[in-house]
């Protein structure tokens, strides 16, 4: 897999990634530079390119790869905390970008720290799909749209903060599925069983077969609610709807394969959890 750290010493991508992240999101401490005197776009082109010259000086390949992520995503969230305070009409926007940010770099960190042999750079999920990008810019693009022809349509604050609340109820239910699932839970559907593959039935497997994907479910159309955008929140919860649908049928495909008789009555007794979706039917 693309970018592949196994050789690397155990924890210290985690530890990379964390302290990168955390360097990045000092962009916070950018108003302080403006009181000093430095303009704002002045202030705030230093600070990328001293941190990128920063991190070329630190890092090599690989490492390199992991750490100028990390310092993007959290450089992203430092940015939104900002928008998020500021009085303004993209202040909601800003709880999307913390939001979208600390949801790519968690997936990273949770892994490298629960299980770091299937770790990547993939698992920053900053290339999941041609699809998800797609979707990501069309959800910019509404909301810059009607912020700009309908402002009155962006304060609508309890919808935001609905929104934010489906957000952090998401988030909160996948990273708990990944602990959980611990080294069995992987971005890959796996066709192949491995030696330490267990069906995993505690915790939030016992409230559903696929808390995982309930979390994902929520939280993508919570950054829309949250945006109070729409068309792409209709768009989102059809798209996810059908995405998800798809992906339970295929993974219990494999896990019926890997533990047969097991899964089947695991799965009578627990539900997806996904609405209207009961997962991959069996013929008696």
């Known amino acids: 897999m693309a970018g592949c750290m196994a050789r690397a010493p155990p924890g210290?991508?985690?530890?990379?990634?964390?302290?990168?992240?955390?360097?990045?999101?000092?962009?916070?401490?950018?108003?302080?530079?403006?009181?000093?005197?430095?303009q704002g776009r002045t202030g705030?082109?230093?600070?990328?390119?001293?941190?990128?010259?920063?991190?070329l000086l630190l890092y090599r390949p690989p490492r390199y790869q992991i750490a100028i992520r990390a310092c993007f995503l959290g450089f992203v969230f430092g940015c939104g905390?900002?928008?998020?305070?500021s009085q303004s009409s993209w202040n909601h926007f800003g709880w999307?970008?913390?939001s979208l940010s600390l949801f790519h770099y968690s997936e990273y960190l949770v892994t490298a720290v629960n299980n770091p042999?299937?770790?990547?750079l993939d698992s920053f999920l900053l290339n999941h799909?041609?699809?998800?990008?797609?979707?990501?810019?069309?959800?910019?693009?509404?909301?810059?749209?009607?912020n700009i022809f309908w402002p009155e349509l962006k304060q609508v604050t309890w919808l935001s903060v609905t929104g934010l609340l489906m957000v952090i109820f998401g988030e909160c239910l996948r990273k708990a599925a990944m602990f959980t699932a611990g080294s069995n839970f992987n971005h890959v559907v796996q066709n192949?069983?491995?030696?330490?593959?267990?069906?995993v039935r505690s915790g939030v497997y016992a409230w559903f077969r696929h808390p995982s994907y309930v979390g994902w479910?929520?939280?993508?159309?919570?950054?829309?609610?949250?945006?109070?955008?729409?068309?792409?929140?209709?768009?989102y919860a059809l798209t996810v709807w059908r995405f998800f649908r798809d992906r339970t049928e295929e993974e219990e495909l494999s896990l019926i394969h890997f533990f047969g008789e097991e899964y089947l009555e695991y799965k009578r007794r627990v539900p997806t959890g996904l609405p209207f979706i009961k997962g991959v039917k069996v013929e008696l």
């Open 12 to 38: 210290s991508e985690a530890r990379l990634s964390l302290a990168t992240f955390l360097l990045g999101a000092s962009v916070l401490a950018l108003p302080l530079l403006t009181r000093a005197g430095l």
């Open 44 to 55: 705030l082109a230093l600070y990328v390119a001293g941190l990128n010259a920063l991190l």
């Open 81 to 85: 905390m900002l928008l998020s305070f």
């Open 96 to 98: 999307y970008m913390c």
């Open 117 to 120: 042999k299937s770790l990547s």
């Open 129 to 146: 799909s041609l699809e998800y990008t797609v979707a990501a810019l069309s959800s910019w693009i509404e909301f810059t749209l009607e």
């Open 192 to 199: 192949e069983k491995s030696d330490t593959h267990t069906l």
């Open 217 to 235: 479910f929520y939280w993508s159309i919570g950054t829309q609610v949250m945006l109070c955008n729409p068309v792409c929140g209709a768009a």
